[in-house]
């Protein structure tokens, strides 16, 4: 399995930019398909992003679409959400994931991501 730690969350206002990022450990990671969730408050869970194992292939929720952008960089075993345009309706925790797979299919389900990070708070200010 893979180990992830998500960090840069925090408060920014209605407008505004924040770049989220998660450091994974083990040995699968550059074979693996990741993902960004969020889980708003009183909600529940749901995808936001993905990107397969090598990057060639980004994928969105139609609510994010065109504003946030999913990145990796295997090297550094590094998945980045960068997030432009925040609005209050994006306020959530938001949980960085990894697949077990290379992600071929574009998975969105919770259950394709068998690692989890332990999340990282993202407020929107109006």
């Known amino acids: 399995q893979v180990q992830l730690v998500e960090s840069g969350g925090g408060l920014v206002q209605a407008g505004g930019s924040l770049r989220l990022s998660c450091a994974a450990s083990?040995?699968?990671?550059?074979?693996?398909?990741m993902g960004w969730f969020r889980q708003p408050p009183g909600k529940e869970r749901e995808f936001v992003a993905g990107i397969n194992w090598s990057g060639s292939t980004t994928y969105y929720a139609d609510s994010v679409k065109g504003r946030f952008t999913i990145s990796r960089d295997n090297a550094k075993n590094t998945v980045y959400l960068q997030m432009n345009s925040l609005n209050s309706e994006d306020t959530a925790v938001y949980y960085c994931?990894?697949?077990?797979?290379?992600?071929?299919?574009?998975?969105?389900?919770?259950?394709?991501?068998?690692?989890w990070g332990q999340g990282t708070q993202v407020t929107v200010s109006s």
């Open positions: 083990g040995r699968t990671f550059g074979t693996s398909a």
């Open positions: 994931a990894a697949a077990n797979t290379r992600g071929y299919t574009r998975p969105t389900a919770p259950q394709a991501f068998p690692s």
